[in-house]
Nanobody
């Protein structure tokens, strides 16, 4: 069974940056052909899309993170990244990596002074 393992969360001050990683345990061939996404869930709220890869090679970002967050991938490491800059308190949430119907365990991001 494929596993997605997120890391990189933590406590950061407003305006700071974090880079989340999502390690994919499946084969490299599958990884290279796959689309991934990042979602987040804040306390008391529903899980929401942060960014997702699309079939035409593009990425769809939530309006709230456009210009601040960037998803990337390293096909040699089976890893997807989420670079988060200019973080705001409202970005506080558990962030999840998504692959089809599979999810990672999540990593907590807390933005607070």
């Amino acid at each position: 069974q494929v596993q997605l393992v997120e890391s990189g969360g933590g406590l950061v001050q407003p305006g700071g940056s974090l880079r989340l990683s999502c390690a994919f345990s499946g084969s490299n061939i599958v990884f290279r052909l796959s689309l991934f996404g990042w979602y987040r869930q804040a306390p008391g709220k529903q899980r929401e899309l942060v960014v997702a890869g699309t079939r035409d090679g593009d990425t769809d970002y939530a309006d709230s993170v456009k210009g601040r967050f960037t998803m990337s991938r390293d096909n040699t490491k089976n890893t997807v990244y989420l670079q988060m800059n200019s973080l705001r308190p409202e970005d506080t949430a558990v962030y999840y990596c998504n692959w089809g119907n599979d999810w990672g365990q999540g990593t907590q991001v807390t933005v607070s002074s």
